[in-house]
């Protein structure tokens, strides 16, 4: 399917797009990308079919990342782009153009899920913070967190054991502490200083954090700091291996107990790795990331890997300034 060309704007917006008032923080963050290289990645979700012109892929995404940071729906992502100016300017959209519809982000993400691209674009955001140096790489700092399902919980079954939802499979009864939850867990690595989110993902509620350690890490790092959940020896030998330091706290257990050296090196290491907890705390409270928005681990990851997309992108602007 062939894009819509987005057109020289004409000298009605021109006037209208220059106003004062209209949202600077927009376009700090736009100046931070080089889109171009973006729109190379989205290409694939275009073919040769007839019929009506698409909307500019890129152009789609960027109402995507104004979704995310501004925690709307599509419905409501719909009404601000008619409303607001600075909406419109960011997307690349003229006073003229026919506007996407609630229905059009629906299907846009879902081509974005089944052709596996918005992994493509956070790695490609990656390129280009470490192109403008912002990823310190002094250390990454590796945690998870619980994710509510947006389906209601099932009731626990007659065997007793924990219930499965019939339109969410995936979605995962865990205990943590003594309370229960019930949907997905999202794994990060925050580069040490900078906060830029580096790795993510998105698995089922019971996968055990420490499994991750690996894959969280890019390599380049000086330190890797992740809190008890990760103690063991084959993730301590795999720092070991990668001539990685070594920051993850130490648990006890029934035949080791805590020195006082231990908890002093716990304590410190502690003050380091509660910078991932800034993070989540900006995705939930900010964003809105409570619960998952849709159905099925595949869509979900790839909307949370949107999410940290739009993360890294105003942390861009802000560190940029």
Sequence with gaps: MAEQSQK?????????????KLNRRLDVIYQQIDWSRLSKILRPLHGNRMGRKAYCSVAMFRC???????????YELEEALE???????????????????????????????????????????????????LLLKKGTIVDASLIEASVSKPDQQE????????????????????????GYKIHVGVDEGSGLIRKATMTKARVYDGYLLPDMLCGDETMAYADKAYDSKVNRNHLRENNTGDGILIKPHAKYKLTEEDRQKNRKLSRIRGGVERTFAILKRWY??????????????????????AYNLKKMGALCR
């Design 8 to 20: 020289p704007p004409s000298f009605c917006d021109t006037l209208l797009f220059q106003k004062e």
């Design 64 to 74: 995507l990342l104004l979704q995310s940071w501004y925690d709307l729906s599509d």
């Design 83 to 133: 409303d607001r100016l600075s909406f419109r300017r960011f997307a690349g959209f003229d006073l003229t153009d026919k506007l996407p519809d609630h229905s059009t982000f629906s299907i846009f993400r879902k081509a974005l899920s089944e052709n596996k691209i918005t992994e493509n674009l956070f790695e490609e955001v990656q390129r280009q913070m470490d192109e403008k140096r």
């Design 159 to 182: 065997d007793k054991q924990a219930g499965k939802s019939k339109v969410d499979p995936d979605a995962e009864w865990v205990k943590k502490g003594n309370k229960s939850h019930f």
């Design 288 to 309: 809105g990331y409570t619960k998952v928005k849709y159905r099925g681990l595949i869509r979900n990851k790839q909307q949370f890997l949107t999410l940290c997309i």
